[in-house]
Each structure stands twice: as C-alpha cells, then as structure tokens.
C-alpha cells in the first residue's frame, strides 16, 4: 500500500475518533504553494485535516477550526509477506 493510501486510512480513522460518522464521505483537495505540491487536505462531516508532505505532519481541525491534534505522517508500511519455498 503507498504512504498516500496509509495517510487516507489513517484520517478516515482520526475522523471518527473524533465524532465523524463512519460512513460520511472524505472530500479531498490537493494544496499548491507557490506552483509547487505541498499537501492535501480532506474534509469530512465538519472536520478538517492538512497532511503537509515536506514536514510529514497532519494537523486535524475540529468542527470550530481550532487544531485538535497533530501527527507525524510517516506511517511504516507492513512488513511483505513471505513466500514459502
């Protein structure tokens, strides 16, 4: 799984940790500074988050637009399976 679909599971999961419905929609928007890529942000059922890509952080905004909680957006990829043989 890439670190893109990493981030997504774990916003949609931080979402509703803090009170989003399980089965409202993530909307998400891709952030340009200056020309260049820098991050996303998706929003669901009045939250918000911002993974900023250069300083691999997540930043969750409750429903008023005050920060609830930052992360560090390097999440490990899960170790491949072994083939027996």
């Not at 509703?16 to 998400?28: F, K, M, N, T």
């Not at 998706?42 to 997540?58: K, P, S, T, Y």
């Amino acid at each position: 799984m890439h670190q893109a679909e990493r981030v997504r599971q774990l916003i949609q999961s931080r979402f509703v940790e803090l009170g989003a419905s399980p089965d409202a929609p993530v909307q998400e928007t891709i952030l340009i500074r200056d020309g260049y890529y820098c991050g996303r942000k998706m929003r669901c059922d009045g939250l918000q988050a911002i993974w900023f890509v250069e300083e691999n952080e997540i930043k969750f905004y409750d429903r008023d637009g005050a920060v609830a909680s930052v992360c560090d957006a390097v999440i490990p990829e899960a170790p491949a399976a072994r083939k027996a043989g």
